[in-house]
Nanobody, 114 residues
């Protein structure tokens, strides 16, 4: 059973920073593409950033230049560094493992006040 455990969410003022972490209980973590998604109230879940096992990254246009996804294969952990946060970044952030079937974490709340 794969488990993804997120941490690092919280309340921050606009312009501030947070770093999310996702620890994965996954033997093939280093081979697995991972991602961060977010869902605001009343909206669909959207991709924020993804990273392949080889380290190739992709970002939503709305976060390019502000967010950075990275991974530490020795720790089976993927990170999302979020800088210059905006109120529109407020959402529940989910960690995702691209497997068949895929897996999701329980989510962590990020709230950005104006």
């Amino acid at each position: 059973q794969v488990q993804l455990v997120e941490s690092g969410g919280g309340l921050v003022q606009a312009g501030g920073s947070l770093r999310l972490s996702c620890a994965a209980s996954l033997n093939i973590f280093r081979l697995t593409a991972m991602g961060w998604y977010r869902q605001a109230p009343g909206k669909q879940r959207d991709m924020v950033a993804t990273i392949t096992g080889g380290g190739r990254t992709d970002y939503a246009d709305s976060v390019k230049g502000r967010f950075t996804i990275s991974r530490d294969n020795a720790k089976n952990t993927v990170y999302l560094q979020m800088n210059n946060l905006k109120p529109e970044d407020t959402a529940v952030y989910y960690c995702h493992a691209l497997l068949k079937p895929d897996y999701w974490g329980q989510g962590t709340q990020v709230t950005v006040s104006s």
